[in-house]
């Protein structure tokens, strides 16, 4: 059995790396996607994980393939797709680290996912099933993805989800988006998304009413990230925030799922605890452990590379 199973995304992210000597922009190959750097975060802690997803039959998905492998993450589920190449990002960062994405997925290999090719027997054999927006833009990854939710969670794995919103991704706009993403919110019993995407899930702008809608569809807790302003999380009992660490941030990218990733792991350590019988005291020490990560992770450029150490981690916790 893994401790977590992660389906979605694996991708190439090409990522700003200075001028060469006639002043043109380098750019840098970096393995990347949401899931798959989340997935390498928890496993980078120790955990045992799993991933699910399509990529190209190509040099950039076996360079991705071989990335997942190296970080201990099993590849059991992703396929390969020789009609389709394997997606690309381009990132551009902005002066405070944060940055932006153009996709070339028309389609990508990532979207070309089947119900039909998942790999139930891991999604019936995994402590944590994670999922996230991104391939919920397009069929037929999106059917694929629901139905795995709903296998996992009727398993009796622990469910989360990862709104991550990428405006450029959705064909049919926000208003596809706001129609779409929600459906997503029976299925998790773990929520995170930024504070922009409360509006698009639930369409309250106030942010504990949305908070509350979103615990109502039966998520046990929903982590809301702030960036330079720390998280968050809301439960049916309480409310915890906790501040960022201070970080020299050059480029955010898989901030977010470093965050995420290292309190799964937490969770997973914790013996995949109630969501709503955890005390203030435990979400603190989750929030500030995920906080630590994703702050860490803002210091270096790139997705997985970039991700941090147990031994970092504890580090900035201690200053």
């Not at 990508?108 to 099933?129: K, N, S, T, V, Y």
């Not at 799964?264 to 109630?274: D, E, H, I, K, Y």
Request: aromatic share 6%; charged share 20%.
């Amino acid at each position: 059995m893994y401790d977590i199973l992660g389906l979605g995304e694996l991708l190439i992210d090409f990522t700003p790396s200075g001028e060469n000597d006639q002043g043109m922009a380098l750019y840098a190959r970096n393995p990347g996607g949401s899931i798959a750097n989340m997935l390498a975060m928890f496993a980078k802690l120790g955990g045992s994980a799993a991933f699910v997803g399509k990529v190209g039959k190509d040099a950039f998905g076996d360079f991705l393939e071989q990335t997942l492998i190296a970080g201990r993450v099993n590849t059991r589920g992703l396929l390969r797709d020789p009609q389709v190449l394997t997606t690309l990002a381009i990132v551009s960062l902005l002066p405070d680290g944060d940055r932006s994405f153009i996709f070339y997925r028309k389609p990508g290999a990532d979207i070309m996912l089947r119900e039909d090719e998942l790999p139930l027997d891991q999604l019936a054999d995994c402590r944590i099933f994670h999922f996230g927006g991104v391939t919920l833009t397009d069929e037929p990854v999106r059917s694929a993805t629901l139905a795995a939710a709903r296998h996992a969670k009727k398993a009796g794995a622990l469910t989360s989800f990862d709104c991550n919103y990428r405006p450029s991704l959705w064909s049919g706009g926000e208003e596809e988006a706001r129609a779409v993403l929600p459906r997503a919110l029976p299925l998790a019993d773990l929520v995170k998304a930024a504070e922009e995407e409360l509006l698009l899930l639930t369409g309250i702008e106030d942010q504990e009413k949305a908070a509350q809608s979103i615990l109502e569809k039966g998520c046990g807790a929903l982590l809301l990230s702030m960036g330079a302003g720390g998280s968050k999380v809301f439960t049916h009992k309480l409310q915890v925030m906790v501040p960022a660490y201070r970080v020299n941030a050059i480029d955010a990218t898989g901030s977010g799922d470093a965050y995420l990733g290292a309190i799964l792991w937490q969770l997973s350590q914790m013996g995949r605890p109630a969501l709503d019988e955890l005390s203030r005291e435990d979400w603190h020490r989750l929030l500030a452990f995920g906080n630590a990560a994703g702050g860490l992770t803002a210091t270096r450029r790139g997705g997985i590379p970039a991700l941090p150490t147990m031994a970092e981690i504890e580090a900035i916790q201690s200053w």
